[in-house]
Structure formats: structure tokens, C-alpha cells
């Protein structure tokens, strides 16, 4: 099934919108995301021929990106400032899931989702992810993206963001603590189905 030449304008659009966005969120500097995120694009058209399609399209053009903003981050050196991490909100948040001794409240315990793998497949499922990934703390969000999704080095994200390990440790521990919350309550709590 071919694809009209207004279709594909309209879904590379859409791909470079996405792709703004996360490299934005990753090196705080819309100049540099967009001049990325051009990178990419550029390197995915002229490597074209070596796309074999053993992955999605989009896949392959984010891995692309990945690459161009891992590099901007290890070339540039930033201090950042790391106010966030005694927020008040995350206390609050974590006095919610936890009692005094640090147990699970009854209530707030990690339930068993019924079907992990296939949730992977599903793209309502990755529409939720996003949503709990951009309702995070934005310094807990940015961690978080750049260890799991960029693939930094925690000595990488340390350098970079002026952090020591264990306050990197303290930031991407709360963004799991608040994507699982995000997740379970989206997600689980609709059967694992776009109800």
C-alpha cells in the first residue's frame, strides 16, 4: 500500500514534532534540539538505503536522534542546580506510598500487572507512558529520559547535570516511584485496555 506524497509529509511532520519535543526536553535549549533533531532527519534520508526494516521507521530515526543528543550532552558541560530534589511535593508524595518505617501503605502497594509483555505491544499503552513521562518533575523527567532512553552513563548524566550519583540515584528513584503511580492508575486500574 503506497503512501501519498500529503500522507507522508503529514507523518514526517508529526515524527519531527515528537522528535522536537524529546530532544528539547533533553538539552533544555530549543536551538540545539531543533538543529538535532534536523541532524537526524538529515542522516535518516541520506543513510536511507541501510534502514532494513527490521525495526519501525520511527524507531530507527529516534535511535538516530539518541545519538545526535548524546553527543551534544557529553560535548557541553552545564551546571545545574539541585533545589528539586528536597521538594516539597516528592516528600508528600512519598509519605503517601510509604509509613514512618518506610513500608508500602496497604492501599498504595505496586500491584501485578496481568499482562506486562503485551502491554508493550500496545500503543494506548505508550500514549499513558508518555503522558506519566510529561507529568514528571522536569529535572526528574529529564534523568530519567537520559538514562533509560538516551542511554547515558550515570557518570555521564552526572557530569552533565553537576549531580552526585546519589542525588541522581534519589531523582531517577522518584521517577519510577511516580511513572509506576502514573502507570497504575491509568493503565492498570482499565484492565490493560483502551476502555
Known amino acids: 500500500m503506497a503512501i501519498s506524497s500529503g500522507a507522508s509529509a503529514g507523518l514526517n511532520e508529526q515524527l519531527r514534532l515528537q522528535m522536537l519535543k524529546f530532544a528539547t526536553l533533553q538539552l533544555r535549549d530549543p536551538t540545539l534540539a531543533e538543529d538535532a533533531v534536523q541532524e537526524a532527519m538529515l542522516g535518516a534520508f541520506r ?6 526494516g527490521k525495526a519501525a521507521y ?4 529516534f535511535a538516530i536522534l539518541k545519538h545526535k543528543i548524546a553527543d551534544e550532552l ?7 542546580t539541585v533545589s528539586e530534589l ?3 511535593d516528592d516528600q508528600q508524595f512519598e509519605e503517601k506510598l510509604f509509613n514512618q518505617n518506610g513500608r508500602w501503605h496497604k492501599q498504595e502497594r505496586p500491584q501485578r500487572w496481568s499482562s506486562p509483555d503485551d502491554s508493550l505491544e500496545d500503543e494506548r499503552f505508550w500514549q499513558i507512558f508518555e503522558a506519566c513521562l510529561n507529568g514528571l518533575p522536569a529535572s526528574q523527567g529529564r534523568v530519567f529520559m537520559m538514562r533509560e532512553f538516551v542511554g547515558l552513563e550515570s557518570s555521564e ?3 552533565e547535570l553537576a549531580l552526585t550519583v546519589s542525588n541522581l540515584n534519589v531523582l531517577l528513584y522518584r521517577a519510577r516511584l511516580r511513572l509506576r503511580a502514573c502507570l497504575e492508575n491509568r493503565w492498570q486500574q482499565q484492565g490493560d ?3
Open 47 to 52: 543513510y536511507a538505503d541501510s534502514f532494513n
Open 157 to 159: 548524566i552526572c557530569a
Open 193 to 195: 485496555c483502551a476502555c
Open 86 to 88: 528536597n521538594d516539597e
Open 58 to 61: 520511527k524507531t530507527w530515526v
Open 74 to 80: 557529553r560535548k557541553r558541560q552545564k551546571l545545574a
